[in-house]
């Protein structure tokens, strides 16, 4: 018998109570597995903290289960929408593109576009070959016919493509030619390289078609007896401005269209103009047919867009500027965004649930290892019931969503300072494609993910997970740890997540009179940033409680909130870099990037910002000076000594991980107060490199004095305030030693004057110091 | 790993671990209170990291001028021309299997012929064409006897190859086949007056029953036994033509079959036809052998070499389907030839069926080298001139024969036509020897591994890595193990902290990781695979019941792989 494996995702993941939520699961070796519905208190089974702590909740979908193995379409292509069959071409044909192959040499396939059948062999495309070379070929059926051209594709570099076929002489012809200019690739002129070839042949027969074959670009119909039709012989790199005729071009067409002319229109059947359907706010995922048939095509598994053309030329940087340059779609043949499985049960939520982190729990076979799932999910208030708000930053666990450093980053183990321990999630995760990649992550072709989304399990957002590169628990279990306080403590709070806040702005949070941020909220949008902001101007009291916070500008689209996009690039503690020219936001049109290079610095919004990362050591604060002062001093109410935090579960320490620091350089409110700081972190704590204009020896933790965390507060207009921890690892500092530490007595006595209506304890002591001490 | 530790047990160094004074580390963090940060450890004394670099002057091993110099004329690209490529028709297949390439040295295009044995075809079988014009007057009529009796030899050993090359059915019963096919036509011919063209028509005819009835026991019986059946086959009919009046046991075969050769023509011409006639038989026989070797059955069959069959079965492959088919198609050839054969010589002899005639045979296929086509050709060609045209030297020739087989199959493992691969594999291993023998292991990598590198910044990282280590095994010492033992993780003294850069460094594949067996209970120590999608090895049974135990686990491996290169 097959191993007992279960994973699964729901459509949503912020609900409200009596709401409906889709429940999607594959399981291997079982058909049936058992669900019920629990609500998550506390995910670190750190032996220091109180371990994993779930409550079952009654719900109807509790019970059995039937389950089954569902298949994942892997890699990125477009379908053309083509019911009329016009692309299933009798007579004679010419495909040509641009294209900019990321991985020739990949050893596999590669479909550029065509209409083919790998499992029937019918039909005719273009394509790579497992040599690396282009080739045109045509089925039969029982019979395939080839011609490829001279030499291997060069990757990274924009070539001019095209394929002829003449039924009538059999002669097929195959085409490249190098359309780099001296920006577009990744060789220059200097480079004695011949990337010309021409190459005809004569067939033997005509291509018979099916009836239902799509027309792809970047992958071929493929077909398995369990799984149905899919998509195999994904591509990729880039592909820019396809078109198909229905006639054979000749020699000076295709020089005019290499040359930027627009195809001839006589015998035109389609031509995808990639350039087309660019606004100021970005772009979608139809690509427009600007044919006679009006054949446009979809992307499967989000292609990315705004990329550079193969007519980019350096000059512009964003397709707002110059779309014309941006018709680049590249494709990846990992690429994965949506599982899209059948829905295994559509469960109807309890109308009194809590609010809270709620998982359907589902064990297969014996219920252990692998054979355990818990598809998390949040539930936020009908009505907003709660003083105090924790708002789960769900946009940083796509980020981080099923992350693969520990086994493909080579600088992990430098960076985090110790051997990863993996665990058997991990090593499934990194088994199995089907689970997609983070954006901390690399295409096989080398470039950076810039898509994550949670319609695909998650299987780092899950209790009990700690992150293999540094042993510790990190996102969604580590804030869990924060909830797990609030339920400790009693507090009436309500759960929210960043898509709430992306999709309602300031009115999901508006009504809370304290809202505490998670330990990582790293990856913002505008609109997130926008309705923090406003609340904390309009009043409201604002804990962050982490660390490396609102650092990259992130996009959702409206209507598919499950899908975030970023672009990492020039500066900021970055997994990738994106290439030249493509640093805007396919989904927005805003430059990505890190907010403080947009003139938006965390420091602005909560008094600190990113400093400093380490990953073995955690280190206490202890208070300063300032801290004694009666406009704060009412904070340390029942704490004894000038230590804080000198215990917690990452790392032993409630300054550690990312460290943010005050920095009136970059915004902090002028009346900020530093109440507390970290010191002494390690020499594996690195100042982080957007500081850095020239590195020089000692910018480690021991030699640095900006490698700390400050603990800000400073009050906001209408009785607004704002703390910031500036650590990652303080919310996991909460749980240690059973919630009774000077940590969780610190937070408590601002949580408790946070939500006290009316004026901030020590608000009158403002006067000017005339002191005799 | 007790080895290591027990080495570098304090005050127990060895020669392998220099032998350091004693010296010491201050914390920077101890003012700090930070855990476990002592104010003052034993450490090393100090090192200064470039001291090998300014040593280190030339490389250990012997640096030698590689490069190897191009006599010989290839053909640019195409560039923007247009490539217009001939087929074999009506196949798919290009004339010449070119490759269009870059120099890695140049990046000039250049075309490489792949595989130059359509040009030696060629070559061959028009220097047999236009063999009679230069014969030698004296040899004229043994050469033109000779020249007939290779085609048909040749044709034979064809089609048997296929049976033993393709099918991979060890049949000696080839020749029977033939014999039966031959004795059979004859007889029709000779008793029913049948005319010489439907000869070897009526002798496929018997060819197929024989191969049906030879391939039964093929699909139960194989290598060894098999062979004995077919050569009982052999045996049997010849002692049933020989015992038999109607086959003409007195006679010593049976003659006077209907011949395609008018006997009214000189005997030159007479000499000629047959010659010709004969080649045309081995061309015959090449397109069948290309035809069933290089399509479909042949390929099924190159999936199921000899003791891989169940791995070809399991995936879905009928080899046993095709071995049979081949057999058939092949039996078939045999007996048109066999008919061929009676139309030629105007009958046949028990000699046909006899067992030196079979270790003839076998001899031609073997020297040539089993599973090719030119082999079985070029091996009936050395065979029947040593045995046809230098008939004069008697029964020596037979010995040479012998000594040639021998020669063969004691020191070729394909055949002639085998010498390439094996050469090539040859040298290989010399080179791997003597690379092996002349390079430091880790070290510098040699002028000629260095032209086999893609990426030139890895000849760099390789000297760079060199340097690291000569470096950073001067630093390990009993001080600095206790110190990692004590905490893994933190601040570490200047010399600890190097190594611990070093190793985190190192590229992902084989480099170690920890696995969770039970969280904060047992942890295992696994090496990743540094290839997407393999999943890590494990690496050895210990479990650690800590973290910190894992670290200093993966730590101390670290050391010992170190102190080995």
Known sequence: ?773 | MVDVEQRLRPGTATADVPDTPASTWRNPLHPWGAEGAEEEIPSNPHRDPREVWVRTRESKAPLLPVGRLRYYHKWPGHGGRLWQRMRYWPTRRRVLHIRGEYNPKTLRREKTIVDKRPIWWVLGLVALLLAPAVMPADFQNTLMTAGATFGIYAAINLCWMLIIGTAGIYSLASYAVVGAAAFGTAWLSIHMGLPWWTLPLVGSAIGLVFGLIIAIPAIRLDGFYYALLTIGLNELCRVYTLQSKQFGSSTGGLYGADTYIPQSWSQESQSLLAYYACFALMVAALILYRFVDGRRLGRILKMAPEKREAFAEATGVNFRRARIWVFIISSIGLGFIGGFYTAHYRGVSFSIFSFDTVLLGLAMLVIGGIGRAEGAVVGTAIVIFLDKVLIATGPIRLILIGLIMLGVVLFLKGGLFGIKAQFGAWRDKKKSERRSRRAEKGGEMLPEEATETKDKDLIYWRRYDKMQRDYLKSLISPEIIEEHRKSPLGQHSEPLERLLLYFRRAPLADKYAITVVKPFQAYRIVALSGQRGVAPRIVEDKVYPTQDEAYHGVFLRRVQDLLET
């Open chain 1, 1 to 773: 018998m097959a191993e007992v494996k279960i994973f699964g995702y729901t459509d949503k993941i912020s609900v409200k109570p009596g709401q409906s939520i889709d429940v999607f699961v594959s399981a291997d070796g079982v058909s049936e597995a058992e669900a019920k519905l629990v609500r998550l208190i506390h995910g670190d089974e750190h032996p220091d903290g109180p371990g994993f702590l779930e409550e079952e909740v009654a719900c109807e979908a509790d019970g059995p289960w039937p389950v089954r193995k569902q298949y994942t379409q892997v890699g990125s292509f477009l379908e053309v929408a083509d019911p009329e069959a016009v692309l299933a071409l009798e007579g004679p044909l010419t495909l040509h593109a641009f294209i900019y192959p990321g991985l020739p040499e990949a050893g596999q396939r590669q479909g550029l576009l065509g209409r083919w059948d790998n499992d029937r062999n019918m039909g005719y495309a273009l394509g790579i070959n497992r040599k690396g070379h282009l080739e045109f070929w045509v089925g039969r059926g029982d019979e395939v016919d080839y011609v490829e051209a001279e030499v291997p594709l060069i990757a990274k570099t924009w070539y001019f493509v095209a394929a002829t076929f003449d039924p009538a002489s059999g002669r097929a012809t195959v085409h490249q030619e190098s359309v780099a200019n001296r920006y577009n690739g990744l060789l220059g002129r200097v480079a004695p390289i011949d990337f010309r070839s021409h190459v005809a042949e004569t067939f033997r027969f005509r291509p018979k078609h099916l009836p239902d074959t799509p027309f792809l670009i970047a992958g071929t119909r493929d077909f398995h007896e369990a799984r149905g039709h899919f998509v195999s012989q994904t591509y990729c790199g880039k592909i820019d401005r396809p078109g198909v005729h229905g006639r054979v071009l000749g020699e000076a067409e295709f020089d005019a269209i290499k040359g930027g002319a627009l195809p001839p229109p006589d015998g035109m059947v389609a031509y995808w103009d990639t350039t087309a359907g660019y606004t100021d706010r970005g772009i979608g995922d139809v690509v427009i047919d600007a044919g006679p048939h009006k054949l446009d095509a979809r992307g499967y598994n989000r292609p990315v867009r705004a990329q550079t053309g193969w007519n980019w030329n350096g000059r512009n940087d964003c397709f707002r500027l110059a779309p014309e340059e941006y018709g680049g779609v590249e494709f990846h043949y990992d690429a994965m965004i949506d599982c899209n499985w059948a829905l295994t049960r559509t469960v109807r939520l309890p109308e009194t649930l809590k609010s809270g982190v709620y998982a359907f729990r589902l064990r297969a076979g014996d219920g252990v290892g692998l054979g355990e799932e818990r598809v998390v999910f949040f539930v936020r208030p009908t009505i907003p019931a709660g003083k105090v708000a924790l708002l789960f930053p769900t946009a940083s666990y796509l980020a981080y969503a099923n992350e693969h450093l520990s086994f493909d980053a080579q600088i992990i183990q430098p960076m985090t300072g110790q051997p990863p321990i993996v665990s058997e999630v991990d090593i499934e995760m990194y088994k199995n494609w089907e689970f997609g990649l983070s954006t901390y992550d690399a295409w096989a072709d080398g470039n950076g993910v810039c898509y994550s989304s949670y319609r695909r399990p998650i299987l780092n957002m899950r209790p009990k997970y700690r992150i293999s590169s540094m042993g510790v628990t990190w996102g969604f279990a580590a804030d869990l740890s924060i909830l797990a306080w609030l339920e400790h403590k009693g507090y009436a709070y309500d759960v929210l997540t960043d898509e709430d806040l992306h999709v309602e702005g300031l009115d999901a949070i508006a009504s809370y009179a304290c809202v505490l941020s998670g330990t990582h909220p790293e990856y913002y949008s505008e609109r997130m940033l926008d309705a923090t902001e406003d609340y904390i101007a309009g009043g409201g009291r604002y804990i962050y409680m982490g660390g490396n916070g609102y650092y990259w500008n992130v996009a959702f689209r409206d209507d598919e909130p499950w899908i975030m996009e970023v672009r990492k690039l020039d500066s900021g503690m970055r997994a990738w870099a994106a290439r030249p020219g493509e640093h805007y936001l396919a989904t927005t049109g805003q430059k990505s990037g890190l907010w403080k290079n947009l003139g938006r610095p965390p420091q602005k919004l909560v008094g600190v910002g990113f400093i400093a990362e380490g990953f073995e050591t955690s280190r206490p604060y202890r208070r300063m000076p300032d801290s004694y002062h009666r406009t704060v001093s009412w904070m340390m109410k029942g704490i004894e000594g000038e230590m804080l935090g000198e215990t917690g579960l990452a790392y032993g320490g409630a300054a550690g991980l990312e460290l943010d620091r005050y920095d009136l350089n970059y915004g902090t409110p002028p009346h900020a107060r530093i109440v507390a700081s970290s010191g002494g972190h390690s020499d594996n704590y690195m100042l982080s490199i957007e500081e850095i204009l020239y590195p020089y020896p000692g910018l480690a933790g021991s030699q640095d004095y900006r490698i700390r965390s400050d603990m800000v507060y400073f009050t906001a207009p209408n009785d607004g305030a704002v703390f910031s921890t500036g650590s990652i690892a303080f919310g996991q500092a909460l749980p240690a030693n059973g919630f009774a530490n000077n940590i969780s007595t610190l937070l408590g006595n601002l949580v408790d004057a946070f939500i006290a209506p009316g004026r901030l304890p020590g608000a009158l002591w403002v006067n000017d110091e005339k002191q005799w001490k």
